[in-house]
């Protein structure tokens, strides 16, 4: 049997030809074979612009090479601005809009909370972030650094009473702050009972209270007199009070509350993208299967709790009684997003006269597919109860990229029989051409945009490559604090709120990188939604929970009104280059920044080359552990390719850290039986010269984009373990 399909002038990889034929297209309405054939016409009529999109990217890059090496080391603000408005790198910017986007989630439109992102080819990951909609307040707490082990509050892993009561009390003040009582504290509550559609509050003198603001009382279950649980609503959101006397915790509380759990990943991107990866036809098809498993709701992984096997699924949503005595529903899950790869991936899943085709046009079509049976309700549950399909488009560089993504969409819509504008759109702006052109690039979707946001790594990345000829980089930690960062920050938000994104669309923030340091996340990251961004990305469901505080205590709707009316974030900080511009690195400052982004890479590079994985905990060179994927490979490798370029460094001297720091990543990971050492024998390893390869090579990489390396290192490693 062939390995491959010939069908409508493609040729398919025979997997993906099956699940297409046999576990996706079966009750979506849509026939294989006219799928195919969709297919191979949006090939034909698109691709030719996609590559000339991404022709028009090497072209504009070759000339601000060009710009910057006529001129080293000086950068004239007004003659750049300029040179970029000649070239077509800044567009002209149109008159005010509003975007009309329309069928939206609540989620989208009107819930401001935390967001997820999560490796889709993993079911396990993939579902504990769908069921991080809820989340227990105690264990998040419980388990995490928030509440400091000091007078007896050590972390065990038998129940701590000690710890445990100073995880109540604070999680009593949370409620006191988010849905106080008319008169005292949660802290004195010993009873909760529902009358007459009003919830009352027994005191422990006997006093009887009731909420302080009563529309916060949002619905009750069980028996009025002696509820099971109690939820509350606060700014869109909601709090669960889980009360029984039969649990440890609840016995040893004045109100019998043994949890109190809190809506925390209001939103999740399933992600096809930098957290996966996804090389090859076996590779996309455990990704599609996943997505659609998720999108029929019959996805399960199997969990091994010791010696006990345990099945996953999605939760079912949530009953209640309201306060008018009629049932409640409550959303159970997350709404889901995917994510989609950019315009410069080429699959040989598909090709096409022998060519590869864009793996981007295969992704819409089969996510787009596998959605359609939330669409036609054929599934357990559903995840739009609006009938959209959110789609993040990640990587587009400026607003003729976002144009041709909503004629994709447009053009799939109809190959699929979708209601035009079924699919949403969500504009990643981590592109710089994205950035200083953002209002025309959300005009270009301005009737399908969803989401927008900041992410400093890609970002970063790639302002380092497109200015790589201009003069050596700041160290990469100065860059967090860099004129032109801050306001890239702030520029998104005003942006976004200019062109009518609330109501409409998500204005969200990136990823909190330190998973185990909740205690700082809970200090810093609160400047999310002040800065008035209804969405920030966060490592995991114990995250989601702990950060979903932050939106009681930030009402984001009336924060957003109030910047809405302050001045604009300027073009002209954020053009302005992070250079050194002079300034001597020190011998010490040199090594550091080397080892540390080293360390990094090559602990990140060798988990995704040897084994497959996309995103992890990556200790760094102090052992913390930090959330990797291929955005933060992006800006390190980056950085030491631009300070190589400048003569800041050697290549031996990279070489000599990036052995150096190979031993120490070796080490890490020598509890992992699966793992293979990088050293001594370097020239050996697939990994480690990957990891070489992304800083050699870097400079030369379209736009910095480590998946030209990764991809084929990848495929030779899976080669390598079959023989």
Request: net charge negative.
């Amino acid at each position: 049997m062939s390995d491959r399909v010939e069908v409508s002038g493609l040729s398919v990889d025979r997997a993906l030809y099956d699940l297409i034929e046999k576990e996706i297209t079966p009750g979506s309405g849509v026939d294989a074979a006219d799928f195919w054939q969709a297919f191979a016409k949006i090939n034909a009529e698109l691709g030719p612009e996609n590559r000339r999109l991404l022709e028009f990217r090497d072209e504009l890059q070759r000339k601000i090479d060009a710009w910057h090496k006529k001129q080293p080391g000086r950068v004239e603000l007004a003659d750049y601005k300029a040179f970029l408005e000649e070239i077509g790198y800044l567009v002209p910017e149109g008159e005010p809009f509003e975007v009309t986007t329309d069928n939206v989630d609540p989620e989208v439109g009107e819930i401001a909370g935390p967001q997820l992102v999560v490796p889709v080819d993993n079911a396990r990951y993939a579902l504990n972030a769908a069921n991080a909609r809820w989340y227990s307040l105690y264990d998040a707490l419980y388990g995490t650094d928030v509440i400091l082990e000091v007078d007896g509050c050590k972390r065990t892993a038998k129940y701590n009473p000690v710890r445990g009561h100073q995880v109540i009390r604070y999680v009593r003040d949370f409620l006191d702050q988010a849905v106080p009582l008319a008169v005292g504290s949660h802290g004195y509550a010993v009873r909760y009972k529902v009358r007459s559609g009003k919830l009352i509050v027994v005191m422990g003198d006997g006093s009887r209270t009731e909420l302080g603001w009563r529309e916060c009382f949002a619905g009750y279950r069980g028996d009025p007199e002696q509820p099971e649980a109690i939820l509350f609503r606060h700014n869109n959101l909601h709090i669960e009070l889980l009360i029984g006397e039969g649990y440890y915790i609840g016995q040893g509380d004045l109100a019998s509350i043994y949890d109190v759990r809190i809506e925390s990943a209001i939103t999740t991107i399933m992600d096809c993208e930098d957290s996966v990866a996804a090389v090859d036809a076996e590779d996309k098809v455990r990704v599609y299967r996943n997505w659609m498993g998720l999108m029929r709701g019959d996805l399960t992984a199997t969990v091994m709790r010791g010696k006990e096997a345990m099945e996953r699924s999605l939760n079912p949503d949530l009953e209640y009684i309201g306060p008018d005595g009629e049932p409640l529903e409550v959303p159970g899950r997350s709404l889901m997003f995917v994510r989609n790869v950019g315009t410069h991936m080429y699959t040989d899943a598909v090709t096409c006269d022998g060519e590869e085709v864009p793996e981007t046009f295969l992704d819409a079509m089969v996510t787009a597919l596998a959605a359609r049976h939330d669409l036609l309700g054929n599934g357990k549950f559903r995840n739009s109860r609006s009938g959209s399909v959110y789609i993040v488009k990640p990587k587009m560089h400026g607003p003729a990229e976002v144009a041709e993504a909503v004629r994709l969409f447009a053009m799939v819509e109809d190959a699929l029989g979708l209601e035009p504008k079924t699919l949403k759109i969500g504009i990643m702006d981590e592109e710089r051409r994205t950035t200083v052109n953002l209002k025309e690039c959300i005009r270009a979707a301005s009737d399908r945009v969803v989401f927008i946001n900041t992410g400093f790594l890609d970002r970063t990345g790639d302002e380092i490559h497109t200015d790589m000829e201009a003069d050596a980089m700041i160290p990469k930690n100065e860059i967090k604090n860099s004129t032109w960062l801050l306001a890239y920050e702030d520029w998104n938000v005003d942006i976004g709120l200019a062109c009518g994104l609330p109501g409409h669309a998500q204005i969200g923030k990136g990823m909190w990188a330190a998973p185990d340091n909740m205690r700082a996340m809970m200090q810093q990251k609160i400047a999310h939604p002040r800065a008035g961004a209804n969405t920030a990305w966060v490592p995991s469901p114990t995250a989601a929970a702990l950060h979903a505080m932050h939106y009681h205590q930030v009402d984001v709707a009336a924060r957003q009104q109030s910047l809405a009316r302050a001045q604009r974030a300027s073009l002209d900080d954020i053009l302005t280059l992070p250079l050194l511009d002079g300034r001597k690195i020190t011998n010490g400052e040199l090594v550091r920044e080397l080892e540390n982004n080293a360390q990094g890479i090559l602990g990140y590079v060798v988990r995704w080359v040897e084994q497959g994985i996309g995103c992890s905990k990556v200790p760094d060179i102090s052992d913390t552990n930090l959330m990797e994927d291929r955005a933060t490979l992006r800006i390190s490798s980056q950085h030491i390719a631009n300070w190589l370029h400048h003569g800041i460094t050697t290549p031996e001297q990279v070489r000599k850290v990036f052995e150096k720091m190979a031993e120490i990543v070796d080490r890490q990971n020598a509890g992992d039986p699966e793992y293979r050492d990088m050293a001594p024998d370097f020239d050996a390893s697939v990994a480690f010269q990957a990891a070489l390869d992304l800083v050699f090579k870097g400079r030369e990489l379209a736009n910095g984009y480590t998946e030209f390396v990764l991809h084929p290192r990848r495929r030779e490693a899976k080669s390598l373990a079959r023989r």
